[in-house]
T-cell receptor, first 112, second 114 residues
Framework: GDSVTQMEGPVTLSEEAFLTINCTYTATGYPSLFWYVQYPGEGLQLLLKATKADDKGSNKGFEATYRKETTSFHLEKGSVQVSDSAVYFCALIGNTGNQFYFGTGTSLTVIP | EAEVAQSPRYKITEKSQAVAFWCDPISGHATLYWYRQILGQGPELLVQFQDESVVDDSQLPKDRFSAERLKGVDSTLKIQPAELGDSAMYLC????????????FGNGTRLTVT
């Protein structure tokens, strides 16, 4: 079945460091891919999405490119800020539109 | 920007008691989801509605959990009786439709069962 695998956390970075959070997926057909962010005590917020191969989703300085050849959707940011501290979830929905599949989440802490 | 409303934000209940959560999705969103999120894990789908109909409740523990969306708008998730293992965050989400539309989440209800 469809699934998402994220890199294990937690991740701790200094402010202005480069961020990569790895995400790979297993799905039949052509899923749509998403990154969600969850701040403490809140629900998940959509960060960015990509709906077809080679699409690049971007928002708030974060980017992820849909790589069908490597079945990956890695999240990157060139210079993280303390306010980026949160848990990040990779997710997919298959092209049958049945349900979303979430990764286990990667906790990011950015220290000044 | 429109939001998904959930209440209450926090609920503490004793084991074997009944508890209910309410969700009001973004206006016009036909699809509504209830997820359970255990601390340190990703959300797990409990039930999915399309309008007032249940599309997927395969992961809902039906011996104690029930969900309804009678008029295809707001929804209620009930647990009776609550067990210690039900302590978790219960998240409601909605989307415009079932096919590739992103989910919009509420802030959740944090349930603690003592």
């Amino acid at each position: 079945g469809d699934s998402v695998t994220q890199m294990e956390g937690p991740v701790t970075l200094s402010e202005e460091a480069f961020l990569t959070i790895n995400c790979t997926y297993t799905a039949t057909g052509y899923p749509s891919l998403f990154w969600y962010v969850q701040y403490p005590g809140e629900g998940l917020q959509l960060l960015l999405k990509a709906t077809k191969a080679d699409d690049k989703g971007s928002n708030k300085g974060f980017e992820a490119t849909y790589r069908k050849e490597t079945t990956s959707f890695h999240l990157e940011k060139g210079s993280v800020q303390v306010s980026d501290s949160a848990v990040y979830f990779c997710a997919l929905i298959g092209n049958t539109g049945n349900q979303f599949y979430f990764g286990t989440g990667t906790s990011l802490t950015v220290i000044p | 920007e429109a939001e998904v409303a959930q209440s209450p934000r926090y609920k503490i209940t004793e084991k074997s008691q009944a508890v209910a959560f309410w969700c009001d999705p973004i206006s016009g969103h036909a699809t509504l989801y209830w997820y359970r999120q255990i601390l340190g894990q990703g959300p797990e789908l409990l039930v999915q509605f399309q309008d007032e109909s249940v599309v997927d409740d395969s992961q809902l523990p039906k011996d104690r959990f029930s969900a309804e969306r009678l008029k295809g708008v707001d929804s209620t998730l009930k647990i009776q009786p609550a067990e210690l293992g039900d302590s978790a965050m219960y998240l409601c989400a909605s989307s415009r439709d079932r096919f590739n539309s992103p989910l919009h989440f509420g802030n959740g209800t944090r349930l603690t069962v003592t």
